[in-house]
């Protein structure tokens, strides 16, 4: 049962996701084989009427062109990101070069980034960075032609990257996001201790608290891929310590106590869960702990409260995402105790009300079909 817990909770490596700076996700109306079909957000037009007003009634003034520029952005900050793309492309296409049209190219590289058009973001980038090089944009621009690469699966082509960043561009922002996506490329690598010296240097140069604690985060979940479950938890605790607020520790404290579990140590990890759920019961994380919880008391042999926990986690949270483990969770305890009646219960509410269950076929086994 530990590989399912593991495929299905947010432990070490689920809970991390990819903590490089995603383009947020759009709005998905549909998907069809592996095409995404995206919702394109409604733009207030009211926002807008000013702005066409000074493009109507001053044309091809610097006025208008920051208009335009104005609109475009509107269109961003509302992710409608192929209006967005129009309307950027209008200030680089209708007007002088100013300094609004460096604004406009970098967020038409931001636009294409955010549809996940990598390889035009790339494009859109490396024009900006070749006509003005010095502009506020540049580090900016080399994150986005890095983190596209990343995407793309362009290993040697995103380590560049990434070094011609930090060298050119040692204190900018972009320079620590830089060594959070090096890290992130060499775990996919699985180059651990590549990894590790990457988010080292992420933490080690980062004024940010937050950062420093993503970062400490970052070099415990790799330890754990090590099975260095002792250095593990030293980071994690490092990571709490500097986490600034619930959701971070809550978050941070779970990884604590994945980590005991996976060493072995049950009951050290059942209080870790325990005293989680206890301490942060509005937290994302906390019905998961309560799981995990749960586990641990199951493993321990105590089923009878692990089935408490498991019922009072279906009350608490009608919703949860993983119903379906914790109705297997409790078919299974109550095999183990004899209870073959109530086993076949809950087994078949699993089978009936979650047919694409990956725990379906065990269930139908355990129920003897």
Known sequence: MKLILSSLLPGIAIASLCSAQQPPSLPTSKVAGHI?????????????????????????TGKAAEAQLAIATIHYQARAYSGALREFEKVITGYAVGSYT??????????????????????EAKKLLATSPDSKWADGCQYVIAFSNYELGEDQATVGDINTL??????SKYAIEGYRLLGNLFKRQQKYEDAIEAFQKMASRS???????????????????????????????????L?????EKANARYDIASAYLMKGEKEKALQEFQSLAREFPQEDIAPYASVQAGYCKMELGEREKAIEDFKKILFAYPDFSHEDLLLFFIGRCYLELQRAD????YLRRLID???KSSLRAAAEKMLGG
């Open 36 to 60: 995404a079909v995206f919702i394109e957000p409604q733009v207030d037009s009211t926002q807008l009427q000013p702005y066409l007003r000074i493009i109507k009634q001053q044309p091809g």
């Open 353 to 355: 009300e979650h047919p």
């Open 166 to 171: 930090v060298s050119k561009y040692p204190n």
């Open 207 to 241: 004024s940010s608290r937050g950062q420093r604690a993503e970062a400490l985060m970052e070099i415990g979940r790799v330890r754990s891929l090590l099975q260095d479950f002792d250095g593990a938890i030293l980071e994690f605790q490092k990571s709490a310590d």
């Open 102 to 123: 460096a604004d406009a190219q970098y967020y038409l590289a931001q636009s294409y980034l955010n549809l996940r058009q990598y390889s035009l973001a790339i494009d």
């Open 342 to 345: 109530l086993a076949k219960e």
């Open 243 to 247: 986490a600034q607020d619930g959701s």
